[in-house]
């Protein structure tokens, strides 16, 4: 596994990539988190950004008022614009400075596994206001409950690379249901806690699916003739296994932590 402090400035190297490829969360997420809230009076926090995509289901229904902590000044640019009062803040969230009790609603997407344990929950918990609202999300590239025929085939790639995991096998987290309640808990700040787990699938080209895997950690990882080689190999697996067309099942774990008022 890639380590922490490595996995902040592990996605910046294929920025692009990463904004034109990665899928963005179900809509659901978003409808459920604002219930309570206003979007035109609410506002955001974005923990580990990236290039804003799980901000966007609430810029699209209206919240303008979005602050985005991202460490890797690499994705800036696509952050800039992404709402009509975004303010970013180029910073770890261990080191950025928030005012407490300054956010209705704060969002981590598929980047909560990057931050350090022990402070996370209690210091998120912090920046908001009472009944404010905290959402964890994961888009995992896995459905255990289904077969994922791109992944079986294109499994060698990756066993040729040493010490490499598929973004399939990675634990990121999302699905440790038992602990991710704990650290809501703990805090003792929680009037509701909701779990949910939304099942899709998603389909590539094989150009998209090469601007898809390029923004995985473990290709960043690469020297750039082994990145370029395992993407090569993907697209050519793609190509003239599944007709240049392939299928990912998708899993996504929300929890959607309310504090009491």
């Not at 009062?85 to 080191?95: P, V």
């Amino acid at each position: 596994m890639i380590s922490r402090e490595d996995g902040r400035s592990a996605f910046g190297a294929a920025a692009r990539d990463y904004d034109d490829a990665r899928p963005p969360y179900p809509a659901a997420i978003y409808q459920h988190a604002l219930r309570g809230h206003s979007p035109a009076s609410s506002t955001l926090v974005d923990v580990g950004a990236g290039n804003g995509l799980a901000s966007l289901g609430f810029i699209d229904r209206g919240l303008t008022d979005v602050t985005f902590v991202e460490p890797d000044s690499r994705f800036l640019p696509f952050l800039e614009g992404r709402s009509a009062q975004a303010r970013i803040e180029n910073s770890t969230f261990e080191d950025v400075e928030l005012a407490p009790s300054s956010f209705d609603l704060a969002i981590v997407g598929t980047a909560w596994h990057w931050l350090e344990p022990r402070d996370r929950m209690p210091r998120l918990a912090s920046l908001l206001r009472p009944g404010g609202t905290i959402v964890l999300v994961w888009n995992l590239f896995r459905d255990d409950d289904k077969r994922d025929d791109f992944h079986d085939a294109t499994q060698w790639i990756f066993d040729e690379l040493p010490g490499q995991q598929t973004a399939a096998d990675r634990p990121l987290g999302g699905l440790e249901r038992g602990d991710r309640m704990t650290e809501f808990v703990m805090t003792g700040r929680f009037v509701s806690v909701s779990v949910d787990i939304y099942r899709w699938s998603l389909k590539l080209t094989s150009s998209g699916g090469r601007a898809l895997y390029a923004g995985f950690s473990p290709i960043q990882k690469l020297t750039p003739e082994r990145r370029d080689w395992a993407l090569g190999q993907l697209v050519d697996v793609a190509e003239r296994e599944f007709g240049g067309v392939v299928e990912r099942h998708m899993t996504t774990p929300c929890y959607i932590g309310t504090l009491r008022p």
